[in-house]
């Protein structure tokens, strides 16, 4: 199965060429989106080797993975596997996501919720947003909010993903509960660096909202 590894990226000049390095052990077709960055993303991940697309303006972390997938497809991708570019996921977990979309539609990956280096807001975020996932779509992931995942590209055309910021992540759950695609998880091993970065509250409650959304739109 033809994989395209896709990374979005916004002013991660210290950690994308990296990132890069590690992902181009394991995937030969790789692209960075560089989401309207102020700082060297594009320059380094140029450097690094592998084909980058950029945004003139941030538009947000699922406008990256949509500009990013698209490309994908248009290049022949049969999967996608999505790895953030801060340095949190380990390139080394490839393989096994790969392994397992084998007779599944979508892999996602949970980091371990109760570990003393996941900050506390993201803990509480995640129970709720996981509580809501379950109850309006009758799916059950362990961890919504975790960035690294694969799916075949048909599973990819049929979520139809319209977010353009964090909400992204959810959608792709709730989106696959709600077309009933097969899923898979597996745990990983995840590094915080930033307890600031990621989704905050003013997020979650913009998820929680679009999450009724998903459910009642067709």
């Keep these: ?9 916004f002013n991660e000049e ?3 060429a990296a990132v890069v390095k590690s992902v181009k052990k394991h995937s030969k077709n790789i692209v960075a989106v560089d989401d309207g960055s102020q700082d ?5 991940a ?6 980058v697309l950029r945004h003139i303006i941030n538009l947000g972390k699922g406008a990256a993975m949509r500009t990013g997938s698209e490309f994908a497809l248009k290049n022949g991708a049969e999967a996608i596997l999505f790895i953030d570019s801060d340095g949190q996921h380990s390139a080394e977990d490839i393989p096994r996501l790969e392994k397992e979309l084998d007779g599944a539609d979508v892999v996602f990956t949970y980091r371990n919720l109760r570990s003393a280096s996941m900050p506390a807001i993201k803990k509480f975020g995640n129970f709720v947003l996981n509580a809501m996932l379950s109850k309006l779509f009758r799916i ?5 909010q975790c960035g690294m995942k694969i799916m075949t ?3 990819y055309r049929k979520l139809h993903l319209i977010s353009s910021d964090y909400n992204i992540e959810s959608e792709i759950a709730a989106k696959t509960g709600k077309n009933k695609l ?5 745990p990983i091993e995840t590094i915080y660096t930033d307890a600031y970065k990621g ?3 003013f997020h979650g409650i913009q998820i929680a909202m679009n999450m009724i959304w998903w459910k009642i739109s067709r």
């Design 1 to 9: 199965m033809k994989t395209f590894a896709v990374i979005p990226a």
């Design 14 to 16: 210290k950690n994308i």
């Design 40 to 44: 060297r993303t594009y320059e380094e």
């Design 46 to 51: 140029k450097k690094a080797g592998v084909t």
């Design 140 to 144: 059950k992931i362990t961890d919504t």
């Design 153 to 155: 590209a048909d599973a």
């Design 182 to 186: 097969r899923f898979r998880q597996l």
């Design 199 to 201: 989704t905050t509250v």
